[in-house]
């Protein structure tokens, strides 16, 4: 039984290097080709969407990008710091507003300026209901991959799923609400940025890890089909030896 399983293993990994061989082989057949993190062709400002927004979250419009930086400290401090209430802060942010523009319509005519002019703002239909839209199939979408995973046909999701969930509740008790969310905040303002300009080093190490993992990969996955081809070995002969005893009876 051991040869048998023996042979199996060696046929499995025989055909695994053979193909990694193979894959190695291609750049040096069709020339050398830098591989980008995830796969992807376009570049990061692409990738994010382009435009003003993507300009913004690499830091392409330094002063903006600061301002937004210092704008989300600020509210940091506020509520983490100083112990400022949501409700309080919008409440106040409010007042202030139409205290100031309250004053600058009333003293437009003695300083011989124009008044402020309000911008009026009428949410488009179609805007709205696409957006309501988006909403709603993430939200089903969430849903059905909740029902997915708690009907218990994928043991691997429901482990992954649980273990994240865990792991999270484990880090959101280091912190509390507004921290977690200003260093999410700088996790995600500041990685662009840096991915763009340390971009070489990255791609080089992110394809290193992944040939690590993929070999331990390879091995996980080798001792599992050892066990399986033992399972269902062991399996035929039971029922090898089952079937002479059922034709005597």
Same mark, same amino acid.
């Not at 273990?163 to 484990?170: A, E, K, R």
């Not at 080798?222 to 033992?230: C, E, G, H, Q, Y």
């Given at each position: ?87 309080? *802060? ?11 523009? *309250? ?40 849903? %059905? ?49 840096? !991915? ?20 331990? !990969? %390879? ?31």
């Amino acid at each position: 039984m051991t040869e048998w399983i023996d042979e199996k293993i060696h046929e499995y990994k025989g055909s695994s290097s053979s193909s990694s061989d193979s894959e190695n082989e291609k750049p040096s057949s069709h020339g050398w080709r830098k591989k980008h993190l995830f796969g992807r062709k376009a570049s990061v400002h692409a990738v994010l969407g382009g435009g003003k927004s993507a300009d913004i979250i690499l830091w392409r419009n330094k002063q903006l990008s600061g301002g937004i930086l210092a704008g989300v400290t600020v509210i940091w401090l506020l509520f983490e710091c100083i112990g400022y209430h949501l409700l309080t *802060f919008i409440c106040h942010s409010l007042i202030l507003s139409l205290a100031v523009f *309250f004053v600058w319509s009333n003293a437009a005519s003695f300083v011989n300026r124009p008044p402020p002019k309000f911008p009026e703002v009428i949410l488009p239909e179609d805007v709205f209901l696409t957006t309501v839209h988006s909403v709603r199939y993430k939200i089903n979408e969430a849903f %059905a991959i909740f029902g997915c995973v708690a009907s218990g046909k994928d043991l691997k999701k429901f482990l992954r799923v649980i273990g994240g969930l865990w792991i999270l509740s484990v880090v959101g008790s280091w912190f509390s609400f507004w921290t977690f969310f200003y260093i999410v905040f700088l996790i995600l303002y500041a990685t662009p940025v840096l !991915y763009e300009k340390y971009e070489d080093h990255v791609d080089i190490a992110a394809e290193k890890a992944m040939v690590e993992m993929n070999k331990h !990969y %390879a091995v996980f996955d080798a001792k599992n089909l050892r066990i399986t081809l033992a399972v269902v070995f062991f399996i035929m002969q039971t029922h090898d030896d089952s079937t002479p005893s059922r034709l005597i009876n």
